[in-house]
């Protein structure tokens, strides 16, 4: 009877870490689910629901004039201005009535020309926002006016005009919080189950070695026992002999062997890889605050995104464009004014570098290719410090060329391309590789 307890502890034991070790698995499996629900798949956006109108504005335009001057006035105005309430800019309600067409289409094209004129006008709004020069705008008078009809018609309602959420945003947005809530609670309690099981298990093993050793002295004690019992009382590992086992030391030197391969071959391949980049900046900018919540569009700071090489950084009259007037006592912002004080440049630090032997276009890939900027920059409006997202490889970029089909609609300069290529590739997407994207020479010349 008593060898039987001696040989069930054992068993008990590994009962126990098997069951905690499940457990434990369980609850991981879990929270891998969570960050697949949460995570943000590259191409993501976070743009805010655009205002809509179903009738035309009053004063003129019709939906599609409207929905385009949406579009306009977030990318280019709602920076400085919102429609029913003073921002950096006067609130623009009633413009049209205050002013006509044929003033305000000159006045958005340069305004520094029309104060220069002399114009009445435009002086006192000059002079009353104490000399604030409003950026020129290289817009169409086709866009001016879907601008002017999309304030028109956002005359009045004060929450959808500042960006707030509307009544249907709201409940949404609730929902989300309501659910991202649900989720969090369920992940705190399964936190708590986890560190009450390890408490428990420590508090199992702790006190089955306390009964294990009391029974082998109790055990020691008594006349009655037979050769088997004592056997299994006295019995002691031999580590020694373990050490000594040629088996042993074969495995253990062919894991070492592997685990120093796995190493080496894992820091040769992440030469040159700067994933994860994440550098302090000389002033703290908040992509979170600022593309995030107030959903300032990337080519207002970021220029020449759709129209050059290189995405530029953002020259310090940019922010001065609002920080002229908002948060004017913030250290953060008096950086700024000292770097305009002395005439020196920001010395922001580079996060995205590609070598220099390969050849890259940003406009390429966001006016041509219409790509987000989250493919290849992440959730760029949830960073409070920017870090490199994709890895930026040969491989990452090749791989998009290949599963990246290209939008040929109305282009009749691929309709013969896209004829051949269906030709011979019947129900294959017409990709960037098939239109020569993956040649050495796109890249390396």
């Known amino acids: 009877m008593n060898s039987l307890r ?5 068993h008990l034991l590994l009962a ?5 070790a499940g457990v434990q698995q369980a609850s991981a499996q879990g929270a891998a689910a969570d960050v697949n629900k949460k995570g943000v798949a590259p191409g993501a956006t976070a743009a805010a629901t655009p205002a809509t109108a179903t009738t035309p504005a009053a004063g003129g335009g019709d939906a599609a004039a409207i929905a385009a001057g949406d579009a306009l006035f977030k990318g280019n105005c709602a920076q400085c201005h919102a429609v029913n309430e003073q921002v950096v800019g006067p609130a623009l309600a009633g413009i049209t009535k205050r002013r006509p067409v044929s003033w305000l289409i000159p006045w958005v094209k340069n305004s520094s020309k029309v104060v220069a004129s002399g114009d009445d006008y435009a002086v006192a709004l000059f002079n009353k926002f104490n000399k604030q ?7 169409s008078d086709k866009e001016i006016t879907s601008i002017l009809a999309y304030v028109t018609s956002q005359e009045g309602q004060a929450t959808a005009a500042t960006g707030g959420p509307t009544a249907g945003n709201a409940a949404a947005a609730d929902g989300k919080a309501d659910a991202a809530g649900a989720e969090e609670g369920a992940g705190k309690y399964v936190d708590i189950l986890l560190i009450v099981l390890v408490v428990v298990l420590i508090v199992l093993v702790v006190t089955l070695v306390i009964i294990g050793n009391l029974m082998k002295d109790v055990l020691r004690g008594r006349k009655d026992l037979d050769g088997r019992d004592i056997e299994i009382l006295e019995q002691r590992f031999d580590w020694g002999k373990l ?10 030197g062919t894991v070492f062997a592997l685990v120093l391969l796995y190493e080496g071959v894992q820091s040769v391949m992440a030469v040159g890889l700067t994933q994860g980049y994440q550098p302090t900046q000389p002033i703290a900018f908040s992509h979170k605050l600022h593309a995030g919540e107030h959903q300032i569009n990337c080519a207002y700071c970021h220029t020449s995104v759709y129209k050059a090489k290189s ?16 948060k004017t006592e913030s250290p953060e912002i008096k950086k700024i004014y000292r770097a305009i004080e002395r005439k020196q440049p920001i010395q922001w630090v580079r996060v995205h570098n590609l070598p220099d032997l390969a050849y890259f276009n940003h406009s390429q890939h966001t006016q041509v290719a219409g790509l987000q900027c989250q493919t290849c920059h992440g959730p760029i409006q949830n960073m409070e410090v920017v870090y490199q997202y994709s890895a930026l490889t040969m491989g990452w970029c090749i791989n998009c060329h290949r599963e990246m089909p290209l939008n040929t609609k109305d282009n009749k ?6 004829k051949l290529h269906d030709t011979k590739n019947a ?13 050495c020479s796109k890249c390396h010349y």
């Open 133 to 139: 020069q409003m950026p020129s705008f290289a817009l």
């Open 16 to 20: 126990l870490v098997l069951t905690f």
């Open 413 to 418: 300069y691929y309709d013969n391309l896209v």
């Open 311 to 326: 995405a530029n950084i953002p020259s310090a009259n940019i922010c001065m464009n609002c920080h002229s007037q908002i």
């Open 427 to 439: 129900g294959a997407p017409f990709t960037v590789s098939s239109n020569g994207g993956t040649e």
């Open 6 to 10: 001696l040989r069930s502890l054992p």
């Open 243 to 252: 050490y000594r086992s040629p088996v042993m030391r074969g495995i253990v």
